[in-house]
């Protein structure tokens, strides 16, 4: 591909350094993401995803190497990059509208034209007659809605998503995968997701990267055949060949576990 890739990692490297030691959290990460790819990070709890995600978002600086949103380094929080966290982080004593208009008050955009787009989009969404109601009001489910709506609202062209849909019963978590999946793609979003789901990595996506741990190394990367990539996530686990490769990743996940364990 010739076009300039959405995010592009460049030798990343990321340490944390606390009063007691430095951790290396990341270690020559080089990736490109493309416009309208949707990939997923899975790998051990501790390899650095979420870490990646911030320095994606431009919330922690990289320690080495570069970060580059559009070809252009980052330096900063910025309105082309959403970010969606496992937890919906909903303020309570705000109404359902009123928290996802939070984006567009924050970087000063609200006004009557993105606040009925809120409204579309809230509708959209299955989330009619929630506009004034208040987050303990609503389920699980509609509540992580409600944050998708929140960072949509913003209309960023990327979006990151950290284990959105974890907290949700099995049920929920299907449908709203391919809620979250048609939303994007019908926007022509790029998405990054992080998830230790591996089927779910696999059914949405159209790379899964396997990340390994101490120091987060990128371990493998599978590209998803386009009729899993073509089926909506709920039908892509019953697309042949989705459990060979079920089981090929898994087992490069789990040949780090003993590997780690060993050591
Ligand atoms: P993951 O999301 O894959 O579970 P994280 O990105 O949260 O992993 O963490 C990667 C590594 O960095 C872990 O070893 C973790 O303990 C460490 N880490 C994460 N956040 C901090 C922080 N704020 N300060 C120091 N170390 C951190
Ligand atoms: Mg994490």
Redesign the pocket.
Known sequence: MNAVPVVELRNLDLI?V?DREA?L?LEGLDLSVYSGELISLV??????????L?VIAGLIPPSRGQVLLHGKPVSGPSPEVGYMLQQDYLFPWRSILDNALLGLELTGRLNDRSREGVLELLNGLGLENTADKYPHQLSGGMRQRVALVRTLATNPDLLLL?EPFSALDYQIKLQLEDLVVDTLRQRGKTGVL?THDLSEAIAVSDRVIV?E??P?RIRSMYRIPEHIRKAQPFYAREESGFNELFHEIWRDLESQEERGNRN
């Open positions: 944390y606390t951790v959290a790998g051990p709890s501790g390899c650095g995803k979420t870490t990646l911030s950290d992080v990340l741990a101490r987060g």
